[in-house]
């Protein structure tokens, strides 16, 4: 079991930037497909994009991809999540997930963080 904790969320002006954070502990994090996800209210949880164990190997979810980028650093035991060019519906609860499969489902997680509040104003 790995513990997660994210940071880095808050409120931006829509074409801003913010790097949200996910520090690992407790587990090998250099062993798990990071992943992060997202929710909005009333929506279900969302896939963003994942990052393989040595950092390689990247996935996006089309709404994202080209603005958002995935970083692990695997001696800081974190994961990073770059965003740029933020637009309201970027709107969300921002989570952190480790597993062994990755992939775009979150039953494919084992191990999930508490969430960041990302909040982009038009």
């Known amino acids: 079991q790995v513990q997660l904790v994210e940071s880095g969320g808050g409120l931006v002006q829509a074409g801003g930037s913010l790097r949200l954070s996910c520090a690992a502990s407790?587990?090998?994090?250099?062993?798990?497909?990071m992943g992060w996800f997202r929710q909005a209210p009333g929506k279900e949880r969302e896939f963003v994009g994942d990052?393989?164990?040595?950092?390689?190997?990247?996935h996006y979810a089309d709404s994202v991809k080209g603005r958002f980028t995935i970083s692990r650093d695997n001696a800081q035991n974190t994961v990073y999540l770059q965003m740029n060019r933020l637009k309201p519906e970027d709107t969300a609860v921002y989570y952190c997930?480790?597993?062994?499969?990755?992939?775009?489902?979150?039953?494919?997680?084992?191990?999930w963080g508490q969430g960041t509040q990302v909040t982009v104003s038009s």
């Open positions: 997930a480790a597993g062994h499969v990755g992939g775009d489902r979150t039953g494919a997680y084992e191990n």
């Open positions: 407790g587990g090998s994090f250099r062993a798990y497909i």
């Open positions: 990052i393989w164990r040595a950092g390689a190997i990247t």
